[in-house]
């Protein structure tokens, strides 16, 4: 029996990539804002609803440059600790410090009603991450940032793609910053980008991202090496043109799974709030092992026995993890935390077909 892992890649056929790149190699511009990149940089614009957006080597060093371009060099930024560990250490790295902000049992995304109780004088920002495609209360969050002049930067690396109330979620707070990373819904094997609201901010993620070079004979600041490359922009094209099918196919594995395991004691299911159009990235489950009978981490467990590679995603929480855990005390803000020992991610993508799905569901109801 085959294995089913937790996800796969989704990519063009090979002639239909071969062909994206069939003018790289006639000209042998590889990198430095080629034609490829500059096209898809214009397509993404489009397609995500925004004016200003800049592409990038990856996810990470797009919430590194997002922090760098505002000048946030000092201070502290709320965020989460129920997320992938890039977002807290692209904070570390920028010399911020994390605050950890606790998050909503219902749809894992930051808790609003907690954030400002954590503002202090030294508070700069807000780092909200929308989760498994759910989209944070950025109406709450605006307000609270207004209210106390702070920038918005949203880790919307799980959302690419989606609206909420019909605006784009790359125009939302001061910026929003996307992985592109192979196992995303959309990706260039590897890249990012960030989108905000000014030509001015665009033109510094470009001096930043390229060694904070200005021109020929000017090198205004100390940059690193972020752009993204022809290759990685061609299949950025590639996928641009598929990406609205494969979502199409990851709702009916969504909604098949919503189908068969609806009800089933003791496992909680990903409802999406209203006013979002989701892109179905994710299919996390909650394990109450009170009522399922049974402990996250043993139903992990069984399904692996039987060739199914879920993920238990986010998990540790981020403030457990060694990097991090002499610093901070998993324990306040204990939702997250407990949702970091019951969460599991079954497996998603395009094309993942309903035998493989009741093959899940068995295990899981069994």
Not at 75 to 104: H, M, W, Y
Not at 266 to 293: C, K, S, T
């Amino acid at each position: 029996m085959d294995k089913i892992f937790v996800t796969r890649s989704s990519i063009p056929s090979l002639d239909e990539y071969m062909e994206e790149i069939r003018p790289v190699f006639e000209n042998h511009w590889l990198t430095n804002a080629g034609a490829k990149h500059n096209e898809l940089r214009d397509k993404l614009k489009k397609y995500l609803g925004v004016d200003n957006l800049e592409l990038l080597v990856n996810g990470h060093m797009a919430l590194e440059i997002a922090l760098e371009m505002f000048g946030l060099r000092s201070g502290e930024v709320i965020t989460t600790p129920f997320t992938f560990v890039s977002t807290t250490n692209a904070i570390v790295r920028q010399g911020l410090k994390p605050v950890f902000c606790d998050v909503n049992d219902d749809d894992y995304t930051i808790d609003v009603s907690k954030i400002e109780e954590l503002i202090t004088p030294e508070t700069v920002a807000i780092m909200p991450v929308h989760v498994y495609g759910n989209i944070c209360d950025v109406d709450a969050i605006e307000a609270i940032a207004k209210k106390h002049g702070l920038k918005v930067i949203y880790d919307a690396s799980h959302t690419f793609g989606e609206k909420y109330k019909g605006r784009g979620v790359a125009d939302l707070g001061d910026a929003s910053t996307f992985s592109f990373h192979a196992t995303k819904v959309y990706n260039t094997v590897e890249g990012g980008a960030i989108a905000c609201h000014s030509d001015e901010l665009e033109q510094s993620i470009r001096v930043i991202r390229d060694f904070g070079i200005v021109d020929e004979e000017t090198t205004t600041m100390v940059g690193p090496n972020a752009k993204m490359n022809e290759f990685a922009a061609a299949m950025g094209l590639c996928n641009l043109r598929h990406v609205d099918s494969w979502i199409a196919e990851r709702k009916e594995a969504y909604d098949y799974y919503m189908e068969k395991l609806d009800g089933v004691k003791g496992i909680r299911l990903n409802r999406y709030h209203e006013g979002i159009e989701p892109n179905y990235a994710y299919f996390p489950i909650i394990v109450d092992e009170n009522e399922y009978g049974e402990s996250r981490d043993e139903l992990y467990a069984r399904l692996q026995k039987a060739d199914i590679y879920a993920r238990k995603y986010f998990y540790p929480l981020v403030s457990e993890l060694d990097s991090f855990n002499k610093e901070y005390d998993a324990k306040e803000t204990p939702v997250a935390l407990r949702l970091s020992k019951e969460v599991m991610t079954l497996p998603m993508y395009a094309g993942l077909s309903k035998e493989d799905i009741d093959r899940i569901v068995e295990v899981i109801i069994k």
